[in-house]
């Protein structure tokens, strides 16, 4: 099992930026990849960004590329997502997933963390 919290959330103007972090508990050894997943009201929850824990490599949603970074910690316990350039179209709820190793879908989700952007 993986327990993961997020922190970081807030309310920023246009163009401002925010830092997220995911702190993982339990067992994160036992996962392949961290993401970000965010979820807007009235809308499906959307892909992010990811991050591969053994070679580090990234993924990000075009709506984010350019503006967003995914990061993590050298123990690979804390995943940070880098915000800048928010658009109030960014506004939603923000959840950290982890993904057991060898399978395909995100299995453990944090609480979420809400990102609100003023115009």
């Known amino acids: 099992q993986v327990q993961l919290v997020e922190s970081g959330g807030g309310s920023v103007q246009a163009g401002g930026s925010l830092r997220l972090s995911c702190a993982a508990s339990?067992?994160?050894?036992?996962?392949?990849?961290m993401a970000w997943f965010r979820q807007a009201p009235g809308k499906e929850r959307e892909f992010v960004a990811s991050?591969?824990?053994?070679?580090?490599?990234?993924y990000y949603a075009d709506s984010v590329k350019g503006r967003f970074t995914i990061s993590r910690d050298s123990a690979k316990i804390t995943v940070y997502l880098q915000m800048n350039s928010l658009k109030p179209e960014d506004t939603a709820v923000y959840y950290c997933?982890?993904?057991?190793?060898?399978?395909?879908?995100?299995?453990?989700w944090g609480q979420g963390t809400q990102v609100t952007v003023s115009s």
């Open positions: 339990g067992r994160p050894s036992t996962t392949s990849a």
């Open positions: 991050i591969n824990r053994g070679d580090g490599t990234t």
């Open positions: 997933a982890a993904r057991p190793s060898k399978e395909y879908e995100y299995a453990y």
